[in-house]
């Protein structure tokens, strides 16, 4: 990517005066993988099985038709349609929110609006287009009033991302905002302290890290800088998987 283009993705994010390290001999140099995936070795939480098993056996039409048709938990009878997810089917970045907003559970698509520009605007910073990417939520369905998943519906629905994840074989996941990291890595530690580490999801232990909601970051601005060197830490994750 050029670097008139990068700025202007940057300047999207509110980072306009913010420019990349200056020429060798002032720049820290990137940390070896051993200190990157140094908070690999002891996951934040002991998970389960997976229970992905659920699925196991359905392509991506027959999941979709699965996940369209379903009414494990109550959020069935509120929703407009769900929504499944979208983008590159061979990605090796998967993006996860915490649930449909009402623009999403309209559309049908995660991630759009004010949000979804902002996302957009995010992963051009780092040199991806939202083609390029895969994007997906803890919960299918919106939960009324925008309200939190609660732990029934995360468990009912948590079998469908987990056979995307399989479906897709990602090389990062990027965990936005705190309750879509709290329900992946099964904790109730802060955002704050589950930031710029290297975690592990499902059996598979795929590298997840954790950065802000992009709903959050439009609220809380000057969050904007702590989210892009969460994008950067999470670009070089996956520079070395």
């Known amino acids: 990517m050029n670097s008139e283009l990068r700025q ?76 499944f997810g979208v983008g590159n089917p061979h990605a090796d970045w998967l993006i996860v929110g915490e649930a449909p907003g009402a623009e999403e559970d309209r559309k049908g698509e995660p991630f759009v609006g004010r949000a979804g520009l902002l996302l957009n605007s995010m992963l051009h910073a780092i040199g991806l287009a939202r083609e390029q990417v895969y994007i997906a939520n803890v919960l299918k369905c919106r939960p009324p009033g925008n309200r939190d998943p609660n732990p029934t519906e995360a468990a009912e629905c948590l079998p469908y991302l987990e056979r995307q994840i399989a479906l897709l074989q990602p090389k990062i996941m990027l965990a936005v905002g705190r309750i879509a990291a709290q329900n992946l890595l099964r904790t109730d530690k802060t955002l704050g302290a589950l930031r710029q580490q290297v975690h592990r999801f499902g059996l598979s232990k795929v590298p997840l890290v954790v950065t802000y909601h992009p709903a959050y970051l439009l609220r809380t601005p000057t969050e904007k800088r702590k989210a892009w060197e969460d994008l950067k830490f999470a670009r070089e994750v996956c520079s070395r998987v």
């Open 8 to 83: 202007e993705y940057l300047s999207a994010l509110g980072l306009a005066s913010w420019t990349l390290r200056g020429p060798r001999g002032s720049e820290v140099a990137p940390a070896p993988p051993s200190v990157l995936f140094a908070a690999a070795a002891t996951p934040a939480y002991p998970r389960e099985a997976s229970s992905g098993a659920r699925e196991d056996g359905a392509d991506w039409a027959e999941l979709r038709a699965r996940v369209a048709a379903c009414t494990r938990c109550a959020l069935s009878a509120t929703r407009t349609q769900t929504v």
